[in-house]
């Protein structure tokens, strides 16, 4: 028992040393960025690196070596290589950027790898809302040309009904419910969010106030009514002078 408990400790003491000495996990980190900006992958080595070599794939992206820099085509004069760390930041991102990248070097055990995802620039959300069956529909979606990693991104409601707790792109409204005036609709992805906004009431033009709709019915009724009897007195009261003209004439 004692032996392998020796055991057990002496590789624990292993795996210690391993990680004092740099050792980096081979798992793959997922990294996003914004095209015509810039990321950042962070190693934050704590030894000193005296040779690094980044990768795309197997193409050379940038290499450390001798205190000098090289950049490779199509990374040129887009890269700068922190050599203390080894963090690796790339500019202007290009769609064609998006792939798997790994950092080597003598001074540390195994590689770390990135999977990087460039995005297009989200932009905000257009909702929409239709009234069918009693009920208001709201719909929350971002323009149907955008097609930049939609699995990517997620919508959500801002309003004091529950309906707005649940993240979906589809939420509704029944017309005997206390409709809040003004909702919102988000739709974020990893690095950014957009929100915009939509009133209900415009949904539905002939909603809220049925009583004065009537009213207002009622005395459009009134005054045609009283035109045409005005009119009718009108054309009564010129007969009348009529007939009182021949009467007097003979």
């Known amino acids: 028992m004692q032996y392998y408990i020796q055991k057990l400790l002496g590789f624990f003491f292993f795996l210690t040393a391993l990680l004092k000495q740099g050792f980096i996990s081979c798992g793959s980190q997922r990294v996003y960025g914004i095209v015509h900006e810039k990321v950042t992958f962070s190693i934050a080595s704590n030894v000193p690196l005296n040779e690094i070599l980044w990768k795309k794939q197997k193409d050379k992206v940038a290499e450390w070596e001798n205190s000098e820099l090289r950049a490779f085509s199509p990374f040129t004069n887009r890269i700068s290589l922190d050599p203390v760390s080894g963090d690796l930041t790339i500019f202007n991102l290009t769609s064609s950027d998006e792939d798997k990248y790994e950092m080597e070097s003598p001074n540390i055990t195994g590689t770390k790898t990135f999977s990087l995802y460039v995005l297009e620039h989200l932009p905000s959300p257009r909702p929409t809302c239709a009234f069918t069956n009693g009920s208001?529909?709201?719909?929350?979606k971002i323009s149907e040309h955008y097609n930049s990693h939609l699995e990517l991104i997620e919508y959500s409601w801002d309003c004091p009904m529950e309906q707005c707790k649940?993240?979906?792109?589809k939420i509704y409204f029944k017309l005997e419910d206390d409709i809040p005036q003004t909702i919102q609709c988000t739709a974020s992805n990893p690095l950014v969010n957009k929100t915009s906004s939509i009133i209900l009431e415009t949904c539905v033009p002939s909603?809220?106030?049925?009583r004065n709709r009537y009213i207002l019915i009622a005395a459009l009724a009134g005054v045609i009514i009283v035109i045409i009897c005005i009119v009718l007195y009108v054309f009564g009261i010129l007969k009348c002078n009529r007939k009182t003209d021949r009467n007097n004439s003979s």
Request: aromatic share 0%; proline share 8%; net charge neutral.
């Open 166 to 169: 649940h993240n979906s792109t």
């Open 207 to 210: 909603r809220g106030h049925p």
């Open 136 to 140: 208001i529909e709201v719909l929350c």
